[in-house]
């Protein structure tokens, strides 16, 4: 079985640039979240999928960042427009629904703002 | 949501067991208590997860005292492959955010 894959798993961007983040979840797994962690701070939860619609996004920095998952399978982050703090790396996970409460994580995408 | 205290690091070598405690005084009844492993360049890795008393499978056991107030993961005979950053968390599966402290980095030698 595939694990979580993200694409690309290394973004160089300048400041003022866009760039758009991509998840594959596992199959089957309605839920889908996204995490970051910037340069030595913690993983911090950004948002929460199930299926196509956002159950929890307190985690979301500010407007400039704008999560997708239509159909309810792949999910797409966007940052626009990149600040240099948001420089790190992002992780997505997907889980299934209901117990255990596993969550899936991908090799995440290290992003740099320059 | 219950905070949690581990150790930053820790020493071992191989073929040892090692036992990681983690501290979480205002857990809440509704909350579980779940392991992760990250390896470096890595996303965080699920090893265990339990609610009371003793848990194991195939690659550790948790053990959760009649308190919940702390919990200790064990890891039998570890190897060189065993060194990685360990997380504690700790929350309520209502809400499924998961919550990560700054982990404890055991490091593993020959």
């Known amino acids: 079985e595939a694990g979580v894959t993200q694409f690309p798993s290394h973004s160089v961007i300048e400041k003022g640039q866009t760039v758009t983040l991509r998840c594959d979840p596992i199959?089957?797994?309605?839920?889908l979240y996204w995490y970051r962690r910037v340069m030595g701070k913690e993983i911090k939860f950004l948002l929460h999928?199930?299926?196509?619609?956002?159950?929890?996004e307190s985690g979301m920095p500010n407007n400039r960042f704008l999560a997708e998952r239509t159909g309810g399978t792949y999910s797409t982050l966007k940052v626009q427009p990149a600040e240099l703090e948001d420089s790190g790396v992002y992780f997505c996970?997907?889980?299934?629904?209901?117990?255990?409460?596993?969550?899936?994580f991908g090799p995440g995408t290290r992003l740099t703002v320059t | 949501l219950a905070k949690t205290t581990q150790p930053i690091s820790m020493d071992s070598y191989e073929g040892q067991e090692v036992n990681i405690t983690c501290s979480h005084n205002n857990i809440a009844t509704n909350d579980y208590i779940t392991w992760y492993q990250q390896f470096p360049s890595q996303g965080p890795r699920f090893i265990i997860q339990g609610y009371k008393t003793k848990v194991t499978n195939e690659v550790a056991s948790l053990f959760i005292p009649a308190d919940r107030k702390s919990s200790t993961l064990s890891l039998p005979r570890v190897s060189l492959s065993d060194t990685a950053v360990y997380y504690c968390?700790?929350?309520?599966?209502?809400?499924?955010?998961?919550?990560f402290g700054s982990g404890t980095r055991l490091q593993v030698q020959p």
């Open positions: 996970a997907s889980s299934q629904p209901g117990f255990p409460y596993e969550q899936y």
């Open positions: 999928f199930v299926k196509e619609s956002k159950q929890d």
């Open positions: 199959s089957g797994h309605d839920n």
């Open positions: 968390l700790v929350g309520d599966t209502g809400r499924r955010a998961l919550t």
